[in-house]
């Protein structure tokens, strides 16, 4: 892969790797058990497959396809590096989970304490990788371009987002289950922006 992004530094390759790995395993162990929703992209997919009964297989193509190719046009060719090795990472991560059983089955019947350690997971995992420069899904790489073009923090471009996808859902899905997809929303995308913003550098400045 070096061979087509020559850019990409090998340190924050491991990084989208391992916390898209990261991501998945969240997603594996507590999202697919708990019912909770998603705002953003995946959130649009369920809303168009439940009024217009579009295949998600065609929906969320079009959609992260579009939300990618802004991407590339806004923050470059390595953008799209990280984004593949962030991909490769989910995939790797999710197909190591389905080896085992869940390891929190009973999480199910706690939709509160799942909204919040969804939100961890994600929040870190997709953080990380926002951090060096990749994205885990379409969601991520329409808010890091957003951010980029309109200079808004990039945790209430994921909120803005996430309301709109949520309230629209309010047409079919239960206000309860909207209630703890909120929580986790709001979570995970101030834990994107916190991770984000965190200045390394000013650490090490102390340390030395």
């Known amino acids: 892969m070096l061979l087509f992004f020559p850019k990409l530094k090998i340190s924050s390759c491991i990084v989208a790797f391992l916390a898209s790995a990261l991501q998945a395993f969240g997603m594996y162990n507590i999202h697919t058990l708990s019912g909770v929703t998603e705002g953003g992209i995946y959130g649009l997919i369920l809303l168009l497959r439940h009024w217009l009964g579009l295949s998600p297989a065609i929906s969320s193509f079009v959609l992260n396809a579009g939300c990618y ?28 989970c389905e080896q085992f059983p869940p390891l929190w089955p009973q999480i199910a019947q706690m939709p509160l304490l799942a909204s919040v350690a969804g939100a961890l997971f994600i929040g870190v995992g997709a953080g990380l990788c926002v951090r060096v420069g990749g994205a885990t899904s379409g969601d991520d790489a329409l808010a890091m371009s957003l951010s980029h073009l309109t200079k808004v923090p990039i945790q209430w471009l994921y909120l803005i987002s996430d309301l709109l996808v949520l309230g629209l859902s309010l047409s079919y899905i239960p206000l309860k289950r909207i209630g703890y997809s909120l929580l986790t929303v709001i979570l995970s995308g101030q834990l994107i922006g916190w991770i984000q913003n965190i200045d390394f550098s000013k650490k090490e400045r102390r340390l030395s």
């Open 69 to 96: 190719a802004l991407g590339w046009k806004t923050l470059g060719r390595e953008f799209i590096g990280y984004s593949l090795v962030a991909a490769c990472g989910y995939s790797v991560g999710y197909g190591i």
